[in-house]
Nanobody, 128 residues
Framework: QVQVQESGGGLVQAGGSLTLSCTAS????????MGWFRQAPGKEREGCAC????????NYKNSMAGRFTISRDNTNNTLYLRLNNLEPDDTATYFC?????????????????????WGQGTQVTVSS
C-alpha cells in the first residue's frame, strides 16, 4: 500500500521561509516523477512545482518560480519544497503528489491529472 506523508508546514510571517518535506513508502521512489500542489479555502488546487524522477527536470508555476525550489533526495526517499519570501496569498494546504508509473525519461507535467498518489497535506499559514 502506498503511503505519502507531508511535513514542515506551519505559521510564518510574510517574508519568511519554510521547507516542506514529503516521504513515501510502498513504491519505488527513485523511479517516479513527483510534485507539490496547494489548495486554499474556496479555491481550486493548483500546481506549484514538479520534478522528474532523477531530479534533472523541474517545472514551476510561473508565479512561484524564483521563490519556491523543488528538490528530491532519492537515497532517503524524500521530496522537498523550499518556500522563500512567503506572502499571505501563499496560505494554503500543500500536497505532495507522485505519479503511478515511471516515464521513459526525466520529465514531469505540472497537472494534478498526471499524479496518482497524494498525501493528506500540510498547512502553511502566512501572516501579514
Amino acid at each position: 500500500q502506498v503511503q505519502v506523508q507531508e511535513s514542515g508546514g506551519g505559521l510564518v510571517q510574510a517574508g519568511g521561509s519554510l521547507t516542506l518535506s514529503c516521504t513515501a513508502s510502498g513504491l519505488t521512489f527513485a523511479d517516479l516523477a513527483m510534485g507539490w500542489f496547494r489548495q486554499a479555502p474556496g479555491k481550486e488546487r493548483e500546481g506549484c512545482a514538479c520534478i522528474g524522477a532523477t531530479g534533472g527536470h523541474r517545472n514551476y508555476k510561473n508565479s512561484m518560480a524564483g521563490r519556491f525550489t523543488i528538490s528530491r533526495d532519492n537515497t532517503n526517499n524524500t521530496l522537498y519544497l523550499r518556500l522563500n519570501n512567503l506572502e499571505p496569498d501563499d496560505t494554503a494546504t500543500y500536497f505532495c503528489a507522485i505519479e503511478r508509473s515511471p516515464r521513459p525519461y526525466d520529465y514531469c507535467v505540472l497537472s494534478p491529472d498526471e499524479f496518482n498518489y497524494w498525501g493528506q497535506g500540510t498547512q502553511v499559514t502566512v501572516s501579514s
